[in-house]
Nanobody, 124 residues
Framework: QVQLVESGGGLVQAGDSLRLSCAAS????????MGWFRQAPGKEREFVATITRSGANTYYGDSMKGRFTISRDNAKNTVTLQMNSLKAEDTAIYYC?????????????????WGQGTQVTVSS
């Protein structure tokens, strides 16, 4: 089992950057593929990005490609999401998630462990 805690959310202006972090504790972090999802009010949870156990491979949602970067540090048990060129439509609660699959997927149901979320608000 793994526990996840997100941090780094806040209020920024359109065009700004923000860096989210997820700290993991518990079972060996490197045995989990990791993902970021987000959920805006009244909308379904949306896939943002995923990274494999080793960090060698990443995958992004279409609207995040070229703006967001996911990375991990298995020595520090952390996964980060660097978000650049933020838009008002990026406003949401951002969640870190872990799966025992070798590769993460775009489906929230494939992730067994979730953090509590961190709010990101982008003003236009």
């Amino acid at each position: 089992q793994v526990q996840l805690v997100e941090s780094g959310g806040g209020l920024v202006q359109a065009g700004d950057s923000l860096r989210l972090s997820c700290a993991a504790s518990g079972r060996a972090f490197s045995t989990y593929a990791m993902g970021w999802f987000r959920q805006a009010p009244g909308k379904e949870r949306e896939f943002v990005a995923t990274i494999t156990r080793s960090g060698a491979n990443t995958y992004y949602g279409d609207s995040m490609k070229g703006r967001f970067t996911i990375s991990r540090d298995n020595a520090k048990n952390t996964v980060t999401l660097q978000m650049n060129s933020l838009k008002a439509e990026d406003t949401a609660i951002y969640y870190c998630a872990a799966t025992t699959r070798v590769r993460g997927t775009i489906y929230p149901g494939h992730y067994a462990y979730w953090g509590q979320g961190t709010q990101v608000t982008v003003s236009s």
